[in-house]
Structures are given as C-alpha cells and as structure tokens.
C-alpha cells in the first residue's frame, strides 16, 4: 500500500480522486493555500498538480478538513446513530467523540455497544467514550451501575476510545476509592478521559487534573479558561441546543488557540436539521468576528491532537482523506463532503443509506412499571404552606417558591392555582418510586404530559392535574416502550411519540420524528404550556439533582444547594 501511495504522490500513476485547482486551509500554518488534492485509497498523497480517475473542479471552492465534533450524547437528538449520521455527515462532520452516557444509564454495557455497532454502517468514525458516571448521583435511581470494577472490565474492549466526562470531581479531588480505580483502569488501558469540572480552580483543579484528565466542556469565565488552560487541559467551546458558551471565543488568542475545541455536547435533532451541527458553530463564530481560520482549527486540528486521532485533522500527505469543500468561509455551506476518501454526501444531502438501522431487543422495552392508581399521584401536605418549583424559559436552573394550598381528601387542590403535581416515577426496576413536588408557572392544564428522558438516570418526568391522567400517562409510556405523551382530561385523548430505543432515541427517520414531535409540541402549548418553554426538553433536566436549586428524583425532593432531600411542607 505504501508503494502507491508514494507512486501516486510522485506523479508516477494517476490518483483515484483530485481536487482540482482548490483553495484550502492549511491549519499548521494558518494560511490558505492553494493546490491540487491528490487521493489514494483514503488517503491524501500530494498536494501540487495531479490526474485523477475521478477530478472535482474547486476552482472557486475552499477544502477543509473534516470536522471533529469533541463532545457528543448522540442520544441527545432523539435519533438512532444512522440518522444522526445522515443529519451531520453532510454538514461536514466526519468524527466524533461519542459518550453514551444517556443510554448507558438505562441500558448499562448494552446501551454503549448498541451505539458502537449502529454506527458501523454510516461514513462517520464515532469514538466511544465509555461513561464514568453510571449513575450520575446516588440520589436517583437508574437503570444500571458502573462501578470501578465495572471500568476495569470494559475499558480495554477495543471499541472503546477512552473514559467519558468525570462529572464526580469532588470525587476525583477527594480520592474517592471507586473514582480512582476507573481513573486508573483508564491510564492502565492508555485511554483519554473527558473532564467535566464547572467551576474548579487553584489546588482543587490541581488534584482533578492529577487525576488525568484533560478537557472541560463547562467553562464559564475568562480566568477559568486561562487557568485551565494553562495547566495543560484542552477547553471545548459548546454549540448546543439547551447549553452553548459560543460567547468563550472571545478569550481565543494568538498565544492559546491551539487549546480550544468544539463540541455541541447535546444537540436536538430539529436543530441538527434546521441549522447545522458544527458548521453552524463555525458559522456564528465567523459572524461574532472570529478569523475563519482559527476557527477550523479548532474544529480540527486542535481535537486530532487532544484525542491523539494521528493522521486526521488536516490537509497533508498521508492524513486520512476526511474532507469538507464548502463554498466560502463565512457560511460554512458544504458543497462536498469526503470520507476516507470517497465523496459521502453533496449538497448538504447524504449520498448513503441510512434505512436499515441496527435494532437490537436488549435497548427496546424499557419502560418497566407495576399497577399504578389514581391513588399513587394524590399528593398529601401537612399545612397550607409547601415549596413549589419554578423554572426559567431557556433555563435548566430551578428555583423554590413557598405557596398557599389547599387540601381535600388528602390531596391538594390545583383547580385555581398556576400549580401542578409534578412527578419521577422510576421506570427501570419495578420499585414502586415516585417522587413528588409542585410545580409553578408552567401553564399546562387539562390532563398530564410526561417524557421518559429525564437526565440523567431518566426515569419518567409527568406532571399535571388530574390523577387519572397520570396513571393513563404512565401506561401509554409502557405501551410504546418510551417516548413523550398527552392526556386530555376532557376528551380522554392520549396522544404520544415513540422513543423505542432506551425510552430516549427513536428508530424511525429523521423527518417523520421531527413531524410528529413538532405536532405533540403544539398540542403541549395548546393545552397551555408558555411558549417561552420548549415544551417537553424543558422537563427532561427537572431531576438533574446537581444543578441548583430544587429538582425531584423518583426518592424524593432535593436541595440541591444544600445537597440533600427536602420536605415539601413549608
């Protein structure tokens, strides 16, 4: 193979691809140049003036290297991993780093290696980083454990990259006995482990990185990005669809560019569809007045290197042939894109096919519930004071109100009130676990609604007001084996969207889903929900106990500032 790699490069026998008369980034350098691109079985051979089999006039286009996406829940857009790939390979994504944390979490090893094998037949490399935090917190419950001995036994499995985001930092600097075995299993296997530290400075950031870690996706100010920084970590500039910090590119410099990546971490399938993925990234980040080029960098180079991915990320012999033509660097707008040197998708459309999808039973029917009564969702309090959770428009964070109820028949009464009961029903176990609050200013009313995505042990998040709504809820989430549901108390209508896979992805196309969850969306709002709330992802992160104040987990009320369960009563 080599030798025709090396004949091609010299010119001695025609190449099988050849960018003709291209522009393109020279990301060591930081110039655009410009060239013929030669391409031989995957491989970039020469960059001069070449005969191809096969030639694509670039006379007036840009050629890049394919982008690297540094921190994705696929889950997160709600599709099976082909349609996802049919969705960004387009947009000129070619890799990615993929921690199945959500699925992982219902699923346990079954949920990683579903991921891992339904993407081997899409032209996107997706590098499995095995989740450290299963479960997030041990104040929920969720569907599997990984503990340190559980690392140590997947770890070395060849379809897994590295070790996903190390959320239990407190864990890390404190010398959590468990923590440190999978930080070691880890570095034993020689895997990179993801970082996730919000908010960590001076000798604890110092202990975290000690533990090997070597990125962070949640930065917030300019001295915690220098700060990390400067102790040698990598930081992601996050396009999301709930989360970005798009805004941290102004803390790009000369001196520190070569340690900035992007990721979109967790990315709805709407907006993969209607925006982009990592081009859009790049798109606004162009617009805010970052040069075009660094930017690329970013989306390239700077992660090949962070994941020791040797030979991606740039234009150069012998680098795998993953590239990006596009028409100017200002909008990003892919006219090709190229993987292991085969044209993959043109036009911002897939040229492969994504109709048979890898459907295995051990990630279907995961919704498992007991008998269920009207009884279960009655919501008794002791006073005529209790706490209510609010929630922000475009928010994850929560606040605690104190509020005047009323009781009758040993529940409180909604009729009249901007209240609602909100509910975790534990859907993995048979446990019997629900946990309730009050839930304030939200809008709905009429029935119940609720959503088996629930970060990040997802469980079953249902409100409403009216119990036997809820029960029909929670059996129409049985039924479908996962996904989001509406009651109609007055008609007694429910109507739903599939999420087969785990309760979180669905197995259909991309644009069936989209129609159907834009549908259930509207019926959401016309039941009352403020259009300031994306109507049900808004619920999803209401028991993520580790961001403040209240949330509720299928054990109960939490504070989250204090760190521990709550009395509702006031």
């Not at 391409?39 to 982008?67: A, N, Q, R, W």
């Not at 104190?402 to 859907?427: A, C, F, P, Q």
């Amino acid at each position: 193979m080599l030798e025709k790699y090396i004949k091609a490069a010299r010119c001695e026998v025609d190449s099988d691809l050849v960018l003709k008369n291209a522009s393109y980034v020279d990301v060591f350098t930081s110039q655009i140049r410009r060239g013929d691109i030669a391409i031989v079985d995957g491989k970039i051979v020469g960059i001069g003036s070449y005969k191809g089999i096969k030639e694509i006039d670039c006379t007036d286009l840009t050629v890049l290297p394919g982008y690297i996406d540094g921190h994705v829940h696929i889950e997160s857009s709600q599709l099976s991993p082909e349609e996802f790939a049919s969705l960004i390979v387009p947009r000129g994504t070619t890799t990615i780093i993929a921690d199945p944390h959500e699925i992982t979490n219902v699923c346990g090893m079954a949920g990683c290696e579903y991921i891992a094998n339904a993407s081997k037949s899409v032209p996107l490399d997706v590098k499995i980083q095995l989740p450290s935090c299963v479960p997030a917190t041990p104040f929920e419950t969720s569907g599997a454990i990984l503990n340190g001995k559980d690392i140590e036994q997947n770890i070395g499995n060849d379809y897994i990259f590295g070790l996903g985001e190390f959320m239990n930092y407190p864990g890390v600097i404190y010398c959590d006995a468990d923590v440190i075995q999978k930080l070691e299993a880890a570095h034993s296997h020689g895997k990179v482990i993801d970082g996730h530290a919000p908010a960590v400075y001076g000798n604890d950031l110092n202990a975290y990185l000690c533990g090997g870690i070597t990125t962070d996706h949640e930065c917030v100010t300019k001295e915690e990005i220098e700060e990390k920084i400067s102790k040698g970590m990598y930081v992601h500039i996050r396009h999301g669809s709930s989360t970005q910090n798009l805004g941290n590119a102004k803390y790009i410099t000369d001196g520190n560019m070569r340690r900035f990546l992007l990721c979109t971490d967790d990315r709805h399938a709407a907006d993969l569809k209607e925006k982009g993925h990592l081009d859009d990234a790049l798109r606004r980040l162009v617009a805010e007045g970052l040069n075009p080029v660094t930017a690329v960098i970013c989306a390239t180079l700077n992660a090949a290197e962070c994941y020791n991915l040797k030979w991606k990320g740039a234009i150069a012999p012998f680098y795998t042939a993953d590239l990006v033509i596009v028409g100017d660097m200002s909008q990003f707008n892919a006219k090709y894109v190229i993987k292991d040197g085969k044209i993959v998708a043109k036009d911002g459309a897939p040229l492969f096919d994504t109709s048979k999808r890898y459907l295995p039973e051990n990630v279907l029917n995961t919704v498992h519930l007991g008998e269920l009564s009207e009884n279960c969702f009655k919501l008794t309090l002791k006073g005529k004071k209790a706490k209510a959770m609010t929630i922000e428009p475009g928010g994850v964070v929560t606040g605690c109100e104190i509020v005047e109820v009323e009781s009758r028949d040993g529940d409180v009464v909604l009729e009249g009130t901007d209240l609602l009961k909100l509910t975790v029903v534990e859907r993995h176990k048979m446990t019997g676990n629900i946990g309730k609050a009050l839930f304030k200013g939200y809008g709905f009313k009429g029935g119940a609604m609720g959503i088996t995505i629930a970060h990040d042990s997802h469980n079953i998040i249902l409100l409403g007001d009216d119990n036997k709504s809820m029960v029909k809820a929670c059996a129409k989430l049985k039924e479908i084996g996962g996904g989001m549901v509406i009651v109609d108390k007055n008609s007694g209508e429910v109507h739903s969207l599939t999420l087969d896979i785990a309760g979180l992805m669905s197995s259909r196309d991309a644009d069936g889903l989209q129609r159907d969850s834009r549908a259930l969306i509207e019926r959401a709002h016309s039941m009352g929900v403020k259009r300031d709330y994306e109507a049900f992802m808004s619920l999803a992160f209401l028991s993520l106990a580790v961001i403040p104040k209240l949330k509720i987990t299928d054990a109960g009320l939490f504070d989250v500032e204090k760190f521990s369960f709550t009395d509702i009563n006031a």
